[in-house]
């Protein structure tokens, strides 16, 4: 089992940055992908990034790339989400998730996730 607890959610301006945690506890391993996602209200749940375990591999999509970055403290058993120039629509409730697929690249193949940090983004 693997539990994950996020954090550093909050309410921000337009233009200001957020730093979102996620500590993971359990039986997680170096072969695990870990994701971020997120889910605005009357939306589904999207993508926001991944990264492998040892933290040598990231990917992003084109809506959060070049403001988004996630890192990774295998040592803590942490994983980051920094969040730059944040935007109104960036609005949501942010969740990490684990995957013990290595580079897993859909959201099924997620088998753990936390409960979620809000993020909201006045204009």
């Known amino acids: 089992q693997v539990q994950l607890v996020e954090s550093g959610g909050g309410l921000v301006q337009a233009g200001e940055s957020l730093r979102l945690s996620c500590a993971a506890s359990g039986s997680i391993f170096s072969g695990y992908t870990m994701g971020w996602f997120r889910q605005a209200p009357g939306k589904e749940r999207e993508f926001v990034g991944r990264i492998s375990w040892n933290g040598d591999r990231t990917i992003y999509p084109n809506r959060v790339k070049d403001r988004f970055t996630i890192s990774s403290d295998s040592a803590k058993r942490t994983v980051f989400l920094q969040m730059d120039n944040l935007k109104p629509e960036d609005t949501a409730v942010y969740h990490c998730?684990?995957?013990?697929?290595?580079?897993?690249?859909?959201?099924?193949?997620?088998?753990?996730w936390g409960q979620g940090t809000q993020v909201t983004v006045s204009s």
């Open positions: 998730a684990a995957s013990p697929i290595q580079w897993a690249f859909q959201e099924s193949h997620y088998n753990y």
